[in-house]
């Protein structure tokens, strides 16, 4: 299917776990873009990528990696979950005209 | 870094107008956009702001000031389906987003 999509859609795992939220595009988008969004933070952009092996930090990077291997996908690890990290997370994928279309979400409970 | 600020929550009336404000620093500035999110859902585009004025997309309307660092989104008749956050973000140079926290709109019969 096109669009923008994110698994697993839910996550509990535990405190000290590697855990890995997968992304996937299919527009051939450039930019991708991983948030998180927690309540009276809104969106804070953790990671983003402007092609295939170009990745940079974003506001709230630490505790956080990601690769791009290819152009549609862009995978967000937590190398040592933390509480801190239970969140929703949203990636998203940028067109031409700047706009940014947001995957579905993954919702993960660090316990 | 950027700073935006908009209303934690507003209330009003179905078949009414309401008003979401939003305000920004202006160095670095790229462009405003207004997204929409219902509780549990991914937040979905309704308008990008690049020059002065009002844009006008059915009963959504977006006008931006760039010298005032200013925003808003209009809101007419309103329905109950309304109800949602809306968010406000700048394009920054990154080309990443830079969000404000969210106006939380309930729509009451």
């Known amino acids: 299917d096109a669009g923008i999509t994110q698994s697993p859609r839910y996550k509990i795992t535990e405190t000290g776990r590697q855990v890995t939220l997968m992304c996937h595009q299919t527009?051939?988008?450039?930019?991708m873009f991983w948030y998180r969004q927690d309540l009276g933070h809104g969106l804070r952009l953790i990671y983003y990528?402007?092609?295939?092996?170009?990745?940079d930090k974003g506001e709230v990077p630490d505790g956080y990696v990601v690769s791009r291997s290819k152009t549609e996908n862009f995978p967000l690890t937590l190398e040592s979950a933390t509480r801190s990290q239970t969140s929703v997370y949203f990636c998203?994928?940028?067109?031409?005209?700047?706009?940014?279309?947001f995957g579905p979400g993954t919702r993960l409970t660090v316990t | 870094g950027q700073n935006i600020d908009q209303p934690t929550e507003m209330t009003a009336t179905e078949g009414a107008i309401v008003q979401i404000n939003c305000t920004y620093q202006?160095?670095?500035?790229?462009?405003l956009f207004w997204y929409q999110q219902h509780a549990g859902e991914a937040p979905t585009f309704l308008s990008y702001?690049?020059?002065?004025g009002l844009e006008e997309k059915g009963r959504f309307s977006s006008f931006l000031s760039r010298s005032k660092g200013y925003s808003y989104l209009l809101l007419k008749e309103l329905q109950m389906k309304d109800s949602a956050s809306y968010l406000c973000?700048?394009?920054?140079?990154?080309?990443?987003?830079?969000f404000g926290s969210g106006t939380r709109l309930q729509v009451q019969p």
């Open positions: 973000a700048d394009n920054t140079g990154r080309r990443a987003l830079t």
């Open positions: 527009w051939s988008h450039s930019y």
């Open positions: 202006t160095s670095g500035f790229n462009g």
């Open positions: 990528s402007a092609a295939a092996d170009i990745t």
């Open positions: 702001n690049v020059l002065d």
């Open positions: 998203a994928s940028r067109d031409r005209a700047d706009e940014q279309y």
